[in-house]
């Protein structure tokens, strides 16, 4: 069945962890492709007359499965907090971490999005903050270009405090 895409979004906003977008920003994602992003999942959505709708079964499957999302963020954070350490690249709340050998990368999702920080390392032994040295030659991109967002100068971390160390 389907319901207006204003119910849908209204519905949505009401979950945990939702995005406080704008209806309008939901109807501008229906206009441009015909599907609205609701958490991590698309639904289709289709005009009837002059309003956006979406099926309601489609709608249940996508809060479900942010739900599940939020619930699997959830654990990982507090596995983080209990200083259990994930391989790769983790979702916590309000950013994420990814390991790289003895030391992992934390960000803040909103410190990257005013530019504030790209995140620091932290040693995986003790959890104090490592320092990083940076001996390496720019990549072609930053040099002529824009940064690369990777990094490429970064020649070693380590950690003050025990002495851990790993060269990149």
Known sequence: MLIPL???VDRFKRESGAPSNSYDWYRKDATRDGTVLLGDHRVAAVKQGRRWMVDEADLEDAL???SERRAHVNRMTADYES??????TVTINGGGYSVKGDFHL???DMAI???RSGGFWRCNTCWTDAAAERNREECHRC????PCGEDCTLSRIYCPTCGASQSI
């Not at 040099?143 to 824009?146: I, S, Y």
């Open 83 to 88: 200083r259990v350490l994930h391989p790769d």
């Open 64 to 66: 479900i499965k942010h």
């Open 113 to 115: 999005a005013q530019h």
């Open 106 to 108: 934390l960000w803040n």
């Open 143 to 146: 040099r002529d270009w824009t």
């Open 6 to 8: 204003s119910d849908a």
